[in-house]
């Protein structure tokens, strides 16, 4: 920005003097008119196309780029937006004017400003002839408009104009705005046209059609579904850009429903081997791939329909295997394709000789210095961890150098191949990694699905009852308020059922143990409101229970928990019961009670709380303060949280008084829907006024000065509120005010009843939590069959071990590496005891894993200098040939005086920055000559050290040493070093 | 499917916003914040790839620096990133080889004929063309029609104009 900035004022001060005096310019006067002429024939460049703007454009943008607050910035565009206003609606504009007023409410609206006002004009000017108009219009109104606003339908008949044109082009603009404006409703208006299209002459007409009927089908299945055999035919167009882009409705089509897709499974094979053969002209190839687009769209075909079909798959396994053997690791979009072959291979039936394939190409992945390759090989690796659970281990030192890696998304990725890897032996150093991630980041949005996880995995995998309790105890105090409240629940269930198997002493011991550590804690005052419930509860339910702790110390602690939250009633309706059962159970033991002093004095407040709920609580509790043990037993009995109360529907304890009363002459009970007599009132407040016909009379006394309008209210009332007033704006006020004055006195009620309405019926529906910790033991057996299906892959891994040892790491990371990966132990079935075969099978497996884990650790561990220092050595070695990935003039900024700028110019930096880039490159052993030394610096690739890395990690932090060392090489070049060089992207783009 | 692509540049300051299902005006601007808000805070010398939950679980954000510019495009698990990475770079190419050594000012000057571009390039969230010259020769074909002397009359010669050159 600060470039445009300092461009448009060195612009201004040439051309307009009067209105702009800044400082710098005055300065620097001859500097600038050399840098004028650059930039004069910058933006002469930037003007070929015929797209000129005009100067008061100019100035607006150029404003905008010199204000220097958010509120200036608004006050200019709001100005302009005046200017506009008043402007577009002035009689015979000029097209060419309109056109630019348009492209004038597209950039205010990219600004985040409010254009409605002129989108008439754009949906008018798609209507005109010339094209470029047409094309500025319709570009207009697709970044406008959304498919459902009411002008659409203004263009529509544009469109079906447009489409039946003779010129192509205006076809390609019209079947372009189809795919962004044509909603559900418009599509029978244009796609018979949008068919016949498909068979134009035109390749890009016959592309462009494919794709506005797939998008049709995005919107609305239903009315294209009559033609979705035109995809299936169109995958066989002479053209390979019309057949590519039929790849992406299949793709669609094919994630719904892979069935009726299985006979295309051979010419998906045959096209994809076609195009990795280079059958497909010299165009289609993108730096030497030949189409790629199209070869990872039919890999991700091929991946749908090959999964869980044996048949299907076999055919596909010589072609991907010829893929993975050419590919060209060197090149990003060559590791694209290879990314999207080890993702068929992992959901296909899996092919051994295959599998060993996308295991070395992930291997490449991990190893490379590239972070995006990296991150693929985290995300590669996940995905064939569930096929071959032990692959994992071979890469485990690479797996922990991602879990450290400063780069986030990385890190997350590697949680989340960390996540599916899990097992019980390894689930307390994972879970322990994720809480710490956990609390140091702050996006909520995460930190609530980490939290989840690691309760989840918490859960399922834990190795004992206290790391459990602990480990919930730390989720809820990071995240207690982002974790699902029915985790919360689900600890209560858990904690109150033990882990399902008939072991009382473990379930006591479980509990005695959460009791224990919730005593510990309850007084941290910053505890979430979930959390102190199932304290609150645990504690009432269970804090007795094993005699460790006195009935009155516990209700000390529950009394301190209702007074330090005193403005939360939940929590203290928690606390109040949990007293009350503490003071029952003792009771119904035979001890002596009494109420503690607090405890009396938090009865007495509460009892006269303004809660309703807190105030019966207290009464309930003083009332069993008075009853004897032997009912005090019954009301409250020890540990009974888990029996089922059974409720007597039918009320059969009553039936002894119903009878009476009838005997004695009162009338019977009439249900509710039975009583026909009295008006049911209710009935009428729920119904849509308008419909409802007890108020035709009213509404017809109230209505007679317009009658035309009842007929029209139902549609009109649906119209969404910011309707742009079109042809009848008029009535549009008394329509939607009629019906309110209409229904008279009642209206206001009415109103406010509809609404209540919906909120009961959200209320009435009951709203229990369902079991969801029955959901994940199926998760658990499902892992242990995979895990033991596969022994036979432990033996490569074994044989590949000694090639690690040259990866020096330290103690650490090995004994990380070592928890994460190396003890497999079986998983303890907590909950199901289901799966013994495939349990013993693991707990084999186990054992391997062990031995084989002590070995590496010692070799390793062995190898002195440490990566870093190794690192080191090589970037600064290489770090005086830099490229310039960041422009580096405007890391001199800070540096540079006012005086520099006087230097002597050259205007010619490009080809002089150019040549010492290329040079840079193959210093620094970039392999792909064949491509644009300079495009290709950007992809910092696998392998070989990347100069641009190093400049990068240069220009961090404001080392003065480092940005004189480069102010001085850029003058050895003859380069003026100022910070506004308009050729930056002469430095990117050759 | 591809969500989004945007251009913002190292201010935060959009250049180009293209939105392939509609979003409103403030929900547009909300994006583009959190996003400049989510690169601003990436280190250097790190993935061009982040995680990202602005429409739903999972979609992604990839993006890569030009100069003054960020390039960012949202899409969803249908793409590959990596592929993305360089469907990015066919498009700064191909800018380049419209305008000519390009630079932020040619996208702030000329964005409908970016937006032109683009849509040669992806068109309904999909990715239809990705050799940077037959965008460009597709762009020819429309940029000779419009030349054409029924159609409008060219704004003059704009700044080169005014330069005297």
């Known amino acids: ?990 | 499917m591809i969500r989004a692509v945007i251009v913002i540049n190292d201010q935060g300051k959009p250049r180009l916003v293209k939105f392939y299902d509609y979003q409103p005006v403030e929900k547009q601007q909300e994006i583009i914040r959190n996003v400049y808000g989510v690169l601003c805070s990436r280190a250097e010398n790190v993935s061009n790839f982040v995680q990202d939950s602005t429409f739903g679980p999972d979609t992604r954000l990839v993006y890569k620096t030009f100069a003054t510019l960020f390039f960012i495009v949202i899409f969803d698990d249908s793409e590959n990133e990596l592929a993305i990475l360089d469907l990015m770079q066919v498009f700064v190419e191909t800018l380049d080889k419209c305008f000519g050594n390009v630079c932020e000012l040619d996208i702030v000057f000329n964005f409908n004929k970016v937006h032109t571009i683009l849509d040669e390039i992806i068109l309904g969230g999909q990715v239809v063309e990705m050799s940077s010259s037959e965008v460009v020769k597709a762009l020819d074909d429309i940029t000779r029609l419009q030349k054409n002397p029924n159609s409008i009359v060219r704004v003059p010669k704009s700044i080169s104009g005014w330069q005297g050159r």
Not at chain 1, 165 to 193: G, H, M, R, W, Y
Not at chain 1, 887 to 903: A, C, V
Request: glycine letters at 6%.
């Open chain 1, 1 to 990: 920005m600060l470039l445009l900035t300092l461009l448009l004022r060195s612009v201004g001060f040439y051309f307009f003097t009067s209105s702009i005096q800044n400082p710098e310019s005055n300065n620097s006067y001859t500097a600038k008119l050399e840098q004028l002429k650059t930039i004069g024939r910058e933006l002469a460049m930037g003007s070929q196309g015929g797209f000129g703007q005009s100067k008061e454009f100019l100035d607006l943008v150029k404003s905008i780029g010199e204000a220097r607050s958010k509120s200036e910035e608004d006050r200019i565009v709001l100005h302009e937006i005046e200017t506009l206003k008043r402007r577009i609606n002035e009689p015979d504009i000029p097209k060419r004017k309109m056109k630019e007023y348009i492209i004038r409410l597209v950039y205010i609206e990219m600004l985040g400003h409010d254009a409605s006002f002129g989108y008439i004009h754009a949906v008018k000017m798609t209507h005109d002839d010339s094209l470029l108009l047409k094309r500025t219009g319709y570009l207009a109104v697709t970044l406008f408009l959304n498919e459902d606003h009411d002008l659409i339908i203004l263009i529509v008949n544009t469109i079906q104009k447009d489409l039946k044109s003779d010129n192509f082009l205006v076809v390609c603009a019209a079947l372009n705005a189809c795919c962004k404006l044509i909603n559900e409703e418009t599509i029978p208006a244009v796609i018979q046209q949008v068919v016949e299209l498909l068979g134009h002459q035109k390749e890009a007409v016959r592309k462009k059609a494919v794709m506005a009927l797939h998008s049709f089908h995005q919107r609305s299945p239903s009315s294209v579904n009559h033609l979705i055999s035109n995809f299936r035919k169109k995958l066989s167009d002479n053209d390979p850009g019309v057949m590519g882009a039929t790849l992406c409705p299949l793709y669609d089509l094919i994630a719904i429903d892979v069935n009726p897709y299985k006979d295309l499974v051979a010419s998906f094979v045959n096209i994809l081997k076609q195009v990795a053969e280079r059958r497909l002209p010299k165009s289609y190839d993108y730096h030497q791939t030949p189409a790629p687009f199209i070869q990872i769209k039919l890999l991700k075909i091929m991946a749908l329909l090959g999964s869980g079909d044996k048949k299907s798959s076999e055919q596909m396994y010589t072609v991907i295997g010829d893929i993975m053997r050419k590919s060209d690791t060197a090149s990003n979009i060559g590791n694209a394709i290879l990314f999207e072959c080890v993702c068929c291979i992992s959901s296909i039936q899996p092919s051994p000789k295959l599998l060993e394939t996308a295991a070395d190409a992930i291997a490449k992945f991990l190893k490379s210095d590239s972070h995006n390759l990296k991150y693929m090989g985290i995300d590669a690796l996940g995905r064939l961890i569930r096929i071959n659970p032990d692959i994992a281990e071979q890469h485990q030192l690479a797996v922990i150098d991602c879990l450290e890696d400063p780069d986030d998304t990385l890190k997350r990725k590697t949680f989340e191949l960390l996540y599916k890897m899990t097992k019980s032996s390894n689930v307390e150093v994972i879970v322990d990694r994720m809480i710490d991630y956990m609390i140091s980041i702050n996006d909520s949005h995460y930190k609530t699905e980490t939290a989840s996880r690691c309760v989840e995995l918490a859960e399922q995998f834990a190795p004992s009852n206290h790391w459990f309790i602990q480990t919930m105890n730390k989720v809820f105090q990071h995240a207690g308020d982002l974790v699902n409240p029915k985790v919360a629940h689900n600890l209560m269930r858990l904690i109150a059922e033990g882990f399902g198997e008939d072991d009382d002493a473990a379930d006591s011991q479980l509990r005695s143990s959460a009791v224990e550590s919730y005593l510990k804690i309850v007084d941290d005052p910053k505890l979430p409101s979930a959390f102190l419930q199932v304290i609150c509860w645990v504690l009432g339910e269970y804090g007795t229970a094993d005699g460790k702790y006195s009935a009155s110390y516990i209700s000390g602690k529950l009394c301190d928990v209702a007074e330090a939250h005193s403005s939360d009633d939940i929590i203290r309706a928690y606390a109040v019961t949990a007293l009350m059962k503490v003071y029952c159970f003792e009771k119904s033991a035979g001890r002596k009670t009494s109420l503690l002093p607090e405890c009396q004095l938090l009865l007495e407040e509460l009892s006269a709380s303004h809660s309703s709920d807190l105030q019966q609580r207290a009464y309930e509790f003083r009332a069993i303060l008075d009853l004897d043990a032997n009912a005090v037993e019954n009301i409250m009995p020890l540990d009974a949280s888990c029996e089922d109360i059974e409720i007597d529907k039918s009320l059969s304890f009553l039936d002894n008084y119903v009878h009476k009363s009838l005997e004695q002459g009162a009338e019977p009970y009439i249900p509710e829907n039975e009583r026909s007599g009295t008006l049911n009132i209710s009935n009428i407040i729920n119904r849509n006024p308008y419909e409802h016909p007890a108020h035709s009379l009213r509404f017809e006394a109230y209505e007679v000065p317009k009658l035309v309008v009842p007929t029209k209210l139902s549609p009109a009332v649906t119209y969404p509120t910011e309707l742009v007033p079109v042809p009848e704006p008029s009535y549009q006020p008394t329509v939607s005010s009629g019906p309110v004055s209409d229904a008279g006195s009642g209206s206001g009620s009415t109103e406010l009843r509809l609404r209540l309405d919906g909120v009961q019926k959200k209320w009435g529906k009951p709203a229990y939590s369902s079991a969801a910790s029955s959901s994940t033991s199926n998760i658990d057996s499902q892992r242990t069959t995979v895990n033991g299906a596969t022994q036979p892959d432990n033996v490569t891994s074994k044989s590949r071990e000694p090639r690690q040892p040259h990866v020096e790491v330290s103690e650490e990371k090995q004994k990380l590496a070592a928890s994460l990966f190396g003890g497999r132990t079986a998983r303890p079935e907590r909950k199901q005891s289901g799966s013994a075969a495939g349990h013993s099978k693991v707990s084999r497996t186990t054992n391997h894993g062990e031995d084989k884990a002590q070995p590496t650790t010692v070799t390793t561990a062995v190898q002195p200098p440490p990566p870093d220092l190794l690192d080191l050595g090589e970037s600064s070695g290489a770090a005086s040939s830099y490229s310039s990935t960041v422009d580096p003039f405007k890391q001199l900024e800070g540096l540079l005086d006012l005086s520099q700028d006087g230097h002597a110019v050259t205007t010619t930096t490009g080809p002089d920055l150019m040549s010492l880039y290329s040079g840079a490159s193959t210093n620094g052993q970039n392999q792909n000559q064949n491509l644009n030394p300079l495009l290709n610096e950007k992809d910092n690739m696998n392998g070989a050290p990347n100069p641009s890395n190093r400049t990068a990690s240069l220009t961090k932090g404001p080392s003065l040493k480092d940005a004189l060392d480069k102010d001085a090489l850029v003058r050895q070049m003859g380069v003026n070093p100022t910070s506004q060089n308009p050729n930056l992207f002469s430095d990117l783009l050759g």
